[in-house]
């Protein structure tokens, strides 16, 4: 019975419940309808362009900050599929590097190519701007030398020593050419030229006499002053060799 | 491609918002003013009113209709019946106050007067009377079937005034709908 009594109360609950939904909804419909008839008065008044401007400015306000998260949604989505394809891209490339000595070489050189195009602009640079003056291979005893100002393109200095009192300074080419100048102080003079079946001549060097022998395409230039003696030899064009025999100071 | 759909559908969005405020900005102002009596203030409620709006914009399926005129209308009149309240707080009057005190005496008796064939043309007459910020709410809930929480979040008041204001709107059909009955 108790039960009975439970269910018919749940029930006009319901129908109650049914009821305020009817309600609410003549409720909208009168609203509705309220606003289909003209009012005079209240259509007096100017609706404020103030209100207006700040209307607008919410519309664009709400439609900046719908659109900034609308893209950053789908850019969230999007994301993961592109974290997923570069890693792949790197272990693949990791696998290759590691497991194939092919691949391997052909990724190094090409760094390596990327490197030197980078070194060989520096070198260029360097080369223009110092290659006369680069001393730095002079050991720092030796004091102060005779250098040729002069240095023929390219020859830098590869090599100094001495031997018997002869200072000897060796410049060399990426061609493998070489140039060796030596001096020594006149009081030990030790410079010898070999001579036999050799082309000789006689040779002014900033006016003063000296000698040019040539034998089996190597020149051999000799001269002093009047505190040193000196010796260019090399393989290099005749012109060149006594420039930069003219040039040492 | 993702940014050029994103926008589509903001775009839509944003059109959607202007056909809302562009349909019914005069309305919106018409019913704050006559609350508020008050030009500039009408303005704020009006503002306010469109704010809730935006939030809850996706809501409103379709501009043109009496649903979604109804529903700006009962957001604008409590925005300004709000604001109103607040300046009058110093009379020490409140709208709650002024006319409700319906006894919360056993609905079950009243419920059994008032159901019968001629429950629904009663309803639409009596729903006019009811005081209408108690009218609105019941429209809120049943009608536009939003949640308690989102109705006091839409009417910037707390949920317990929600259900109190339900209860009191529930309790005032039943005293109009049994008055009638009591005067046959």
Known sequence: M?????????????????????????????IANEFQQEDDIYE???????????????????????????????????????????FTIFIIFTVGIISSEAFRIKILNFLIQAEKEYTSIDVGNRDSKNSKLDTSAIPSDWG?????????????????????DVKIILYSNDNNQFIVFEQCDNEKSNIRID????????????????????????????????????????????????NMAESVK | MLIFFAMIKDNQDRCKLEELYLKYQKDMFRVAYRILNDYHLAQDAVQLAFIKLIDNLDKINEINCNGTRAFVVI????????????????????????????????????EDKVINNEMLAKILLKIKEMHPPYADIISLKYFYHYSNDEIAKMLDISNENVRVRLHRGRQSLLRLLSDEEIKK
């Open chain 1, 144 to 164: 102060e030398i005779y250098m040729p100002m002069h240095v023929p393109e390219g020859f830098k200095i590869t090599n100094a020593e001495t031997l018997s």
């Open chain 2, 75 to 110: 957001i604008v009149r409590n925005i300004s019946i709000n604001i109103y309240r607040k300046r009058r707080k110093e009379s020490g009057i409140s709208l709650d106050e002024m006319e409700y005190d319906i006894p919360d005496n056993n609905e079950l008796a009243l």
């Open chain 1, 2 to 30: 108790n039960d009975l009594f439970a269910e018919k109360e749940k029930a006009k609950e319901k129908i109650f419940d049914a009821l305020v939904e009817y309600a609410a909804a003549c409720h909208v419909e009168n």
């Open chain 1, 195 to 242: 001579t036999e079946n050799a082309e000789v001549q006689q040779v002014k060097i900033n006016n003063i006499e000296g000698l040019l022998v040539k034998k089996n395409g190597l020149i051999t230039i000799v001269w002093h002053n009047n505190y040193s003696s000196f010796s260019l030899m090399s393989k290099i064009n005749k012109e060149e060799l006594l």
């Open chain 1, 44 to 86: 007096q008044i100017p609706f404020p362009p103030e209100l207006d401007r700040r209307i607008k400015k919410l519309i664009n306000q709400y439609y900046r900050k719908e659109k900034a998260k609308s893209i950053w949604k789908d850019t969230k989505k999007v994301f993961p599929k592109v974290a997923a394809v570069f």
